[in-house]
């Protein structure tokens, strides 16, 4: 059955880098920085983001930011999840990959394209109370329920399957708050002590469903 597992690894390959041979076009590109980036070998960010576990943490992300009713209702509404479902967590990863990776220029400006993408999402969404609520994917509470949720599947899946991380979780934690300042999350915790089980700080997202214009 080795053709199975063969062709499934290819799809995933050519679903995630767009190339089902080889490196893809900007990874490569990336290798022709001009620094180290923001965290470099031996760094914690490299080794929680460079096993093969990261493709479940990548899913086990955008499951749990889902669970915010402004992300999930932005996936709703300006995503081809239906149609190409692995496509977002695509985009997610060439994101994480080109951060953890790419020099310091490459990572900003990396992170501000999809800021600048996010600019457009946005929308309204009604609540468990039916109460319409607006909702855009840079506003700062959503971009830091995202930014936790990515950093806690993100190293508990490290932890289970991958390698020791240099530092332990603390230092991971505090690394990749770099990755949340570039997405303006200002409050992006620094240890493990201050992410969402540890500290319970987030409240709970109310229940939603999408809002559907009266015709």
Do not use: C
Not at 25 to 52: I, R
């Amino acid at each position: 059955m080795s053709f199975v597992t063969d062709a499934f690894r290819t799809r995933l390959q050519a679903t995630f880098t767009g190339n089902t041979h080889g490196s893809p076009e900007w990874v490569d590109e990336l290798e022709k920085g001009t620094d180290a980036g923001f965290f470099g070998p031996g760094s914690a960010t490299w080794s929680v983001h460079g096993g093969n576990q990261t493709i479940v943490a990548g899913v086990r992300a955008l499951l749990v930011q889902a669970l915010h009713p402004g992300a999930l209702a932005g996936v709703a509404d300006h995503s081809r999840y239906k149609e190409d479902p692995f496509g977002r967590l695509a985009g997610t990863i060439r994101w994480i990959y080109t951060v953890t990776h790419g020099d310091t220029a490459t990572a900003t400006s990396g992170s501000e394209w999809v800021l600048r993408l996010h600019e457009r999402v946005r929308g309204l969404y009604v609540d468990g109370h039916g109460i319409g609520r607006p909702y855009t994917a840079n506003d700062p509470d959503l971009a830091r329920w995202v930014h936790l949720a990515f950093t806690d599947a993100f190293l508990r899946t490290a932890q289970r399957w991958g390698e020791p991380i240099p530092g332990g979780a603390d230092a991971y934690v505090r690394e990749w708050a770099v990755a949340g300042r570039l997405m303006r999350v200002h409050d992006a915790p620094r240890d493990r002590g201050r992410t969402p089980r540890a500290d319970g700080r987030l409240p709970r997202p109310r229940r939603a469903r999408r809002h559907t214009p009266d015709p």
